[in-house]
């Protein structure tokens, strides 16, 4: 049985991640000859899309803007054969108390962006301004060296912050029905799929059904994550020890609608999503490599559905 290595987009394994647990819990990959080992980490030895690069690992899940600053000067150029999630997964956080209703009201308050990220303080700003309001009136916060959650509004350090509105509002005392979330992908002109799985060119020309099989494996495991939360919180548990057990179910109940297409579908981009998006990128100037090669690798294939189950 092949040990197949698959490095998480995050530092920690979270709710997000609940259909490959499940999926290896309930031994589908072993069924298809794969023994599969998840990690997580921090990007003291890189990034997931370099570890890939450098064969540290056979599957990452990243970003679309780590897939195409992958491509150019590669020895081996990066594949996204599945996508994690249909949108993206990113809003503004806060809290009743706040008074933050809709996105225009972050005038006046303390908004915190993770890691003074420039493409999401791009996208806030246009938001802010689509909902009529006036950004230079937004006061943002840097957070320092950490990402923030619902903690650091309980403790005023802001009002709001930009993070994954499916995770980071779930992780303090706030009671769910007390969250406030202003979803950015109803506004954004930046819609995207959030995360991308990727593996080598080289290992879907040398083993494209081993592929096939971790995909079929995995499109299981997510729709059985779905219609049995309980399970999929049970599967994830051990590797998400830190978070209580109704932490996790929140979230999952949250983000499992954007695991699947309108048909339905785990794991299918959407050309004509990530094409904008990336002309997003290009247009706000953080895509960080050449445009007409990113364009040229998308066009060449370096997202595709083929290896998807039919």
């Known amino acids: 049985m092949s040990i197949t290595r698959v490095r998480l987009e995050y530092v920690h394994p979270w709710s997000n991640h609940a259909g490959l647990y499940l999926a290896r819990a309930d031994g589908l990959y072993a069924d298809r000859g794969m023994d599969v080992e998840f990690t997580a980490g921090d990007s003291f030895r890189g990034d997931p899309a370099t570890l890939l690069d450098r064969g540290e690992c056979d599957i990452a899940f990243m970003r679309l803007i780590d897939l195409v600053r992958h491509q150019h000067g590669s020895e081996h150029r990066l594949v996204s054969v599945g996508v994690l999630n249909q949108r993206q997964i990113g809003g ?16 006046g308050h303390r908004v915190c962006i993770p890691l003074g990220t420039k493409r999401l303080l791009t996208e806030l700003r246009e938001a802010v301004e689509t909902d009529g309001g006036d950004f230079t009136k937004v006061e943002i916060v840097p957070p ?28 303090g005392s706030t009671p769910p029905a007390e969250v ?53 919180v ?77």
């Open 234 to 310: 049970e599967a994830l548990q051990p590797a998400a020890a830190n978070y209580d057990p109704e932490t996790l179910r929140t979230s999952l109940t949250v983000l499992a609608p954007t695991w699947f297409d309108a048909a339905g579908r785990w794991g299918a981009a959407d050309s004509a999503k990530v094409s904008g998006y990336l002309e997003w990128l290009i247009s706000r100037g953080h895509l960080g490599v050449d445009p007409e090669e990113a364009r040229e690798a998308v066009a060449a294939g370096c997202v595709t559905n083929e290896y998807l189950p039919r």
């Open 144 to 171: 320092g060296t950490w990402e923030p959650d619902m903690r650091d509004v309980e403790k005023g350090r802001f009002d709001a912050f930009v993070s994954v509105a499916a995770w980071e509002p779930y992780v």
């Open 92 to 107: 503004v956080v806060t809290r009743r108390s706040t008074g933050i209703t809709r996105l225009r009201e972050l005038e």
């Open 180 to 232: 406030v979330i202003l979803d950015l992908d109803a506004v954004s002109k930046a819609r995207h799929h959030s995360f991308f799985l990727a593996v080598r060119r080289e290992t879907l020309e040398r083993t494209p059904q081993a592929v096939r099989a971790f995909l079929e494996a995995t499109d299981a495991g997510y729709h059985a994550a779905a219609s049995d939360p309980d399970r999929a």
